[in-house]
């Protein structure tokens, strides 16, 4: 399967705790993005990359959130002294220059 | 700036029945308009999208949509469901002269299809 895959699927982490999640999208796609689902609502945009280059952030994207994608193929999203509202799924998708986006399975997070 | 009202957060039905899922939009500049599908515990599918062209869109599993841009809607219909239509289904917008960049969802609509 060559779809965009995340990792970990599942993270439970106290309050305080940094976590980092791992998107690898589909090989031929430039272009990476990352949402935050919580429950019973849609998905929000946080950020996406063109290739290296970050070209919009969101106003959610707090201080104690940054994203990379070093080599513009897989990517990084860490949240730094974690909060119990940071609980949500997180989902990264990736498109080949401007098409429809595919959407990976989703790290979800709780934070206890 | 961009918005997405999905108007039923619920909508139960019977299996073969018909079915509306309805989205307005609000943008100050020409959007693209989707429908995607989230099943339990997975990521989101494209159903359908409407980039230009003919307002009548069909997408995959027998699904189809309507632009209509003097109401700024794009509801999504089916004419038979499945008992495996339950899920949960969003509608998103995209900035026309922005392709490729960010999507805004609507709330969702959870579609619960009984036997």
Known sequence: DTGVSQDPRHKITKRGQNVTFRCDPISEHNRLYWYRQTLGQGPEFLTYFQNEAQLEKSRLLSDRFSAERPKGSFSTLEIQRTEQGDSAMYLCASSFRGSEQYFGPGTRLTVT | ?115
């Open chain 2, 1 to 115: 700036a961009q918005s997405v009202t999905q108007l039923d957060s619920q909508v139960p039905v019977f299996e073969e029945a018909p079915v509306e899922l309805r989205c307005n939009y609000s943008s100050s500049v020409s959007v693209y308009l989707f429908w995607y599908v989230q099943y339990p515990n997975q990521g989101l599918q494209l159903l359908l999208k409407y980039l230009s062209g003919s307002t009548l869109v069909k997408g995959i599993n027998g699904f189809e949509a309507e632009f209509n841009k003097s109401q700024t809607s794009f509801h999504l219909r089916k004419p038979s469901v499945h008992i495996s239509d339950t899920a949960e289904y969003f509608c998103a917008v995209s900035d026309r002269y922005n392709q490729g960049g960010k999507l805004i969802f609507g709330q969702g609509t959870e579609l619960s299809v009984k036997p």
